[in-house]
């Protein structure tokens, strides 16, 4: 199962969920999000997925 994060058209592939030491500090992890060709384009806090700008989804493979 593969999960994607849309944001308006872009739709980003999650490559790795961080649960480094700040993340843990912090109680929320940050997701590494990657375009289709597997470059690094972005990382979100997982708190960012609930204010209406991204969207979280899943594929399955």
Known sequence: MD????DGN??????YICMCDECRKRGMPEL???????????????????NGKYELFQKNK
């Open 32 to 50: 590494e999000l990657v375009d289709q060709e597997g470059n690094d384009v972005d990382y979100i806090k997982m708190s960012d997925l609930f």
């Open 3 to 6: 999960l994607f994060v849309k």
């Open 10 to 15: 872009q739709i980003y592939k999650v490559n």
